[in-house]
């Protein structure tokens, strides 16, 4: 009996290849990247649309439909990504219908008065993800190994815009900052050396020689220049607080060319959005 059961487990690639489909980070990765081209599309789509509507003379679009809409500009760009990524037809359609699945049936509750409009969209934003991690674990094995990506493509423009959606996201995010830049609280400042320390905690990195000690030295610098912000107020304060943005981009630059603690999309991901807040807050208390 111990033989038998001793041999169970050397069956030649069995144990491996279960392992194999098994391993979280692929999936979870998988998801990451969807949700972002999902945002990449609502950010792009969602503003044109509105932007195109207005032009018409349209009247802006009821709850009901607005969610629609929504779901569909998130579509959109997800469908655009995993295409690039090589999935399959029915994976992209299971995937689109998870995305839609959600408004319909938040819909119902709304149609019937259990809901208002504040909250269809936010369940439905809150519930989109869920299905979609159903639909992903439907198909673990064709998302647990990253199928490979379309060429890169030959046109510069085409090909920057590729390797480059770090930042193109970024831009996305903060396209209103350019037009309606709002002051920031002293406290956000803890929030850029804060990210660090999680993402570094998470990927294990403090094994590395000076990386804990750089980061908490992060914290120090920019919790100060917090504090200084917060006790000054007003104008003053705010010049602190768009500086402190505009060195953390610096931060960010500097990690994403020693690939350092975080990943380099998410180092380029933060450069970007930090630059922008920084001088688009410079840009108001200069108008002002």
Do not use: F, K
Not at 3 to 22: D, K, M, Q, V, Y
Not at 179 to 189: F, I, M
Not at 194 to 203: D, K, Q
């Amino acid at each position: 009996m111990t033989e038998l059961t001793s041999c169970a487990p050397t069956i030649p690639g069995h144990r491996s290849g279960l392992t194999r489909r098994l391993r979280p980070r692929p999936l979870l990765r998988h998801l990451l990247e969807m949700v972002l081209a999902m945002v990449a599309g609502m950010l792009l789509l969602g503003p044109a649309r509105a932007a195109l509507g207005a032009a018409l003379g349209l009247a802006p679009a009821a709850p009901g439909v607005g969610a629609l809409l929504m779901a569909t500009d998130m579509s959109v760009g997800m469908t655009l990504w995993m295409a690039y990524r090589g999935h399959s037809a029915a994976a992209i359609g299971e995937m689109v219908l998870a995305m839609y699945a959600p408004v319909g049936l938040l819909l119902v509750a709304y149609r019937i008065g259990l809901l208002d409009a504040g909250t269809l969209l936010a369940g439905t934003h809150l519930l989109m993800v869920p299905a979609m991690a159903a639909a992903l674990l439907r198909r673990r094995a064709e998302y647990a190994h990253h199928p490979t990506a379309r060429p890169a493509p030959r046109h510069p423009l085409a090909r920057a815009l590729v390797q480059r959606w770090p930042a193109g996201l970024a831009l996305l995010m903060t396209a209103d900052n350019w037009t309606s830049a709002a002051p920031l609280g002293a406290y956000t400042l803890l929030i850029l050396p804060a990210g660090y320390l999680v993402i570094g905690t998470v990927r294990r990195q403090w094994h590395e020689a000076g990386n804990l000690r750089l980061q908490l030295a992060g914290l120090a610098g920019w919790g100060t220049l917090a504090l200084l912000a917060a006790l000054l107020g007003g104008a003053v304060g705010q010049w602190l607080v768009a500086l402190g943005w505009l060195a953390h981009a610096g931060w960010d630059w500097l990690h994403h060319r020693t690939n350092r603690v975080v990943p380099r999309a998410y180092s380029e991901w933060c450069g970007v959005i930090d630059a922008v807040l920084g001088i688009t807050i410079i840009l108001a208390l200069l108008a002002t």
